[in-house]
């Protein structure tokens, strides 16, 4: 199959690269594999001391492949797949959080849905200007069950709330002031200015770095696997649903949905 990750070394950082363009950058199963797969090769790379994670193209990651899901929905199989779909992001973004090297979210475009939790698994966040934030998924009939748990860790439940609520989509300068992008740099100079944090990591003990992140999301964060098992639960669930059906249907025929 085409490999729709690539990856480059520029010691101490590599780089990892979402390579669905044509696709905005669309997490497909198939996708989610082999970015688990660049997580274990860089964790090997031992001269790679931080790893950034961009994507190709305007668009860092649109979310979930809704097309690949529609596609699920008209199988006999379909909730037993979806349950398949939400344990493999589920495992994807644990990977990112116990990945002992920092993971620096190079966000060149618009990060939304389980694109936006790909930066929120990230311990850095720079954005260019262009990089818009948010969680449409009740727009179409979804539940955001692995995002929610890690916006709230990250900026507390009160600004979850607002943005999961409404599910809208903000600008990378508001995500910058609720610290969800903690720096908005050109994008010209975005995979520059990653790279500068790498290095500057890369002065720190890789061991006391890897401590570091044990310390932020297995021990303050101690109740996050526990929620986002729960989250995987709640996002399978919503799948199954009339409105998920019509809501992935109404965008992708690019109309308003009809709630049911």
Sequence with gaps: MKQVIRLRKHVP??????QRAEQQNALSRWMMLQLKQAFRDMHQEKRVRAVILTGAGDTFCSGIDLLELQETSRQEDAEQQWHEDAVQYQELLETMLLFPKPIIAAVNGPALGAGAGLVL???IVVAAPE????????????????VAPLLAYR?????????????????????????IYHEVTP????????????????????????????MLNETIGEQLETLMSAGAAATATARTTEA?????????????????
């Design 121 to 123: 698994a990230s311990d």
């Design 13 to 18: 950082s590599g780089t990892i690269i979402l």
């Design 187 to 214: 994008r010209d100079t975005i995979w520059a200015r990653a790279h500068q944090l790498a290095e500057t990591c890369a002065e720190s003990a890789p061991q006391s770095l890897q401590l570091t992140k044990r």
């Design 131 to 146: 990089g818009e934030f948010g969680v449409p998924e009740p727009r179409r009939g979804l539940v955001a069950g692995l």
């Design 155 to 179: 900026i507390a439940a009160g600004p979850a709330a607002n943005l999961l609520l409404t599910a809208r989509t903000i600008a990378a300068a508001e995500a910058h002031r609720w610290n």
């Design 244 to 260: 998920a059906r019509e809501g992935v249907d109404a965008f992708l025929e690019q109309r308003e949905p009809h709630w049911p």
